[in-house]
């Protein structure tokens, strides 16, 4: 089965759990037998993984006719993309026209990250999408996000064949409710013109279905999973806290979605009982300085650090040294921090409104309001050695079984099942 996926970005470039996620989907999808997938990328760097499926770089495939010859788009863009397909994609161009982005060898720039003209890079991005799907063969279409529903309902225009997307977030999680109406309109598009749509939680799902108006038989809950740790990350050792300071992590963007102010009010509650532990709040957001002016207000920045965001090696060490991790997000699709945290021997405090709370049994679950309950889980988590060890223990057991291999078969199966209904099979 060939499968034209859509994507905004990807390992090792990533700003989000979009990207995480997007290649644990990927692998997973691969390891099933006869699957062959293309991923579209708006500006790889690459260093992308590519040993299991095709990338194409959509900034290297032109719109508009430019002559130029081998040796300078070798030069150009062969890092990239094979010259060779760049000339098989020039044969497939959108239209012919001069637009502003569109640099010498025809093709469209794009930042590859989030730019303040996110919404022009997502209505080019779809642009390209149609000369991809002119070009590729392949059965369905899989979009990923709302950035990319554009592309995938034109290459769905274009080629005729079934399109899912894949739901990781919504505007309804991002925006507490105070949905932008523009990002919404292009969210319930996409859901309209979709034959199958992919929810990484049934908290999700339901969204979907009562805030979107989706038909339920349509729209499935796919919960994420987490690779086992590569040996470099299992290799970091964990210090042993007994008898120190503890060390209580947050880690993600710092944004209202992501609740970083509770976790402000839950350690205060925490270091007026005692004053052993450390606060760490890694990431970056709008929430940034008012988090750091939160802190001094409450006259505990003396155990409280903030260390940015971090990638890569540097959140492993973060989360082994954490004897707690704690995700108060007021809505959170999924959530793969918290399974990560579990890898790394890190008890894990996750809010109710938290999809990865479906699949989760051997972590403390509070309402991200009720900041006593969660000050409470955080104290005896870090004074109950028996707690501590029992979460530890039973938490990694619980992630390992938690695999991308057996998502990637279920989206494999429902794969099948949608190109069957959609050709009245």
């Known amino acids: 089965m060939k499968v034209l996926m859509f994507g905004w970005e990807f390992p090792p470039h990533i700003l989000g759990g979009l990207g995480t996620a997007s290649y644990g989907l990927t692998k997973g999808l691969a390891a099933q037998n006869d699957m062959d997938i293309t991923f579209c990328l708006p500006a790889p760097w690459g260093d992308e993984d590519k040993s299991f499926m095709n990338i194409i770089p959509m900034n290297c495939v032109p719109i508009v006719w430019r002559n130029a010859d081998y040796d300078y788009v070798n030069g150009r863009i062969g890092k990239l993309i094979d010259p060779n397909l760049y000339y098989s994609l020039r044969d497939h161009i959108y239209a012919d026209f001069n637009y502003r982005y569109v ?7 794009f930042s590859g990250r989030y730019p303040e003209n996110l919404h022009e890079e997502i209505n080019n991005y779809s642009i390209v999408a149609g000369v991809v799907a002119r070009q590729q063969e392949f059965d369905i279409i899989h979009a990923h996000d709302w950035l990319t529903y554009p592309a995938g309902i034109h290459a769905k225009q274009v080629s005729g064949k079934p399109l ?46 009562n805030q979107y108006h989706q038909d339920p038989n349509k729209c499935f809950a796919m919960h994420n999973a987490v690779y086992p740790l590569a040996q470099e990350y299992q290799d970091i050792p ?19 979605q992501k609740g970083p102010e509770y976790f402000v ?10 004053h052993n532990i450390r606060f760490c709040m890694a990431g970056n957001g709008d929430m940034m300085q008012q988090m750091i002016w939160l802190v001094a207000e409450r006259g505990i920045a003396d155990r409280f650090h903030f260390p940015g ?18 995700m108060p997000s007021v809505s959170e699709p999924f959530g793969i921090s918290p399974l990560e945290a579990m890898q790394c021997g890190t008890p894990s405090i996750i809010s109710k409104q938290s999809g990865c709370g479906e ?14 309950s969660m000050a409470d889980a955080i104290y005896s988590i870090c004074n109950n050695e028996s707690l501590f060890r029992y979460l530890q223990e039973e938490g990694k057991k619980e992630v390992d079984q938690i695999t991308w291999e057996k998502v990637g078969m279920r989206i494999r199966h429902l794969y099948e099942k949608t190109i069957q209904k959609y050709y009245g099979q």
């Open 164 to 209: 899912v997307i894949h739901v990781h977030a919504t505007d309804f999680d991002r925006s507490r409710g105070n949905v932008n109406p523009t990002v919404y309109g292009i969210e319930k598009n996409g859901m309209d013109h979709a034959d199958c749509i992919m929810c990484v939680s049934e908290l999700t799902r339901q969204t979907v279905i």
């Open 309 to 326: 965001f971090m990638r890569g090696k540097q959140v492993y060490e973060c989360l082994k040294d954490s004897d707690v991790y704690v």
């Open 265 to 274: 009010e839950a350690a205060s509650l925490v270091l007026h009982r005692t």
């Open 238 to 256: 964990r210090p042993d806290h007994t008898g120190k300071e503890k060390v209580v992590t947050f880690l993600g963007r710092l944004t209202m």
């Open 103 to 109: 640099n010498d060898l025809g093709c469209i720039e």
């Open 359 to 372: 699949i989760l049994t051997n972590c403390i679950k509070v309402d991200y309001w009720d900041i006593h």
